[in-house]
């Protein structure tokens, strides 16, 4: 099935796990990837949430394959800050392998934040953002 983002955020969060399950983690993306925040997922809000997410606070993540490390886009004004090491390893999820955006040696805001992504679509990857070992949402990118 070819998954777009809308059809994400009508998903329920046992259905984006299942996907997140059911999929390879890819090849870890290069360039700007816009982001999209699944928190409410499978609600008529969800969509605006989205959108208030992506004006105000977050709008993506801009990938360097080759150095292996990323930046967030943050604020409303797009800013590139926040940067992760980006590599592939175990899921904290599930245990199969995926691709990891660690923040712990590389930001003191966001040090104890760990995300997970796998490919569901040649240029779209479904996310996971843990804190600790806790997972709090979902999110997607679109290359």
């Not at 983002?5 to 983690?25: G, H, V």
């Not at 816009?34 to 605006?48: D, N, S």
């Not at 990891?100 to 934040?113: Q, R």
Request: charged residues 20%; negative net charge; contains cysteine.
């Amino acid at each position: 099935m070819a998954y777009q983002i809308q059809q994400l955020l009508k998903m329920t969060s046992s259905q984006l796990d299942e996907l997140f399950a059911n999929s390879p983690p890819g090849d870890i993306p290069d360039g700007e990837g816009r982001g999209t925040a699944l928190i409410v997922e499978a609600t008529p809000i969800a969509p605006l949430i989205a959108s208030f997410v992506s004006h105000f606070a977050w709008q993506g993540k801009i990938f360097d394959a080759r150095a292996g490390l990323l930046k967030n886009m943050i604020s409303p004004l797009g800013i590139a800050a926040i940067v992760a090491k980006v590599y592939k390893a175990e899921s904290w999820f599930d245990g199969r392998e995926c691709i990891v955006l660690d923040y712990s040696e590389t930001s003191i805001v966001a040090g104890w934040i760990r995300d997970e992504i796998r490919m569901i679509e040649p240029a779209i990857y479904l996310g996971q953002v843990f804190a600790g070992r806790t997972r709090l949402f979902h999110f997607a990118l679109h290359f």
